[in-house]
């Protein structure tokens, strides 16, 4: 397959409980005790994290679609050195990349980066910044095994 042709065509036409999932994580996240920004923050960090073109793509879409500066998009891979984001933001961020990489510890999540995320969302919050790190992780692999095509419509990233 090329960089161009998806390895294998739409996961939900396959697998039809994709979708179910799929319907079911976003009414989990949409519950609005998130900022749809923060969601997105976060999903594009993770996509950055596993080198996924197309979760980068898709949420780089979104925050411009919802009227997040280029400055704050860009400085999402920097985001520990970055002025643009608010406490909230940088715990929900610091959160997600605490799943998703190595501790040399061996805790991912520690006490002080939980405590920091506790400040500023109740434990309705916590749960759904979990699900919304855990959404992205659902669709992790479908984007770095399956490849769709970054930037282009549902109907038409996957192979035909």
Do not use: C
Request: no cysteine; glycine share 8%.
């Amino acid at each position: 397959m090329s960089a161009t042709t998806p390895r294998f065509p739409n996961p939900g036409s396959l697998v039809p409980a994709v979708n179910d999932a799929t319907k079911v994580l976003y009414q989990a996240t949409g519950n609005g005790s998130i900022p749809r920004a923060t969601i997105s923050l976060v999903q594009l960090r993770i996509g950055q994290i596993f080198q996924s073109e197309y979760l980068t793509t898709l949420q780089v879409n979104i925050l411009r679609g919802i009227g997040e500066t280029e400055e704050r998009i860009g400085a999402v891979a920097d985001w520990k050195d970055a002025a643009v984001f608010d406490d909230a933001e940088r715990a929900a961020l610091a959160l997600a990349e605490a799943v998703f990489t190595e501790s040399p510890t061996g805790q991912r999540v520690t006490d002080e980066v939980y405590a920091e995320a506790a400040k500023h969302y109740d434990e309705e919050g916590l749960v759904t910044l979990a699900t919304v790190i855990g959404q992205i992780g659902f669709f992790v692999p479908l984007a770095v095994i399956g490849q769709p095509i970054p930037g282009t419509s549902p109907s038409k990233q996957w192979r035909q």
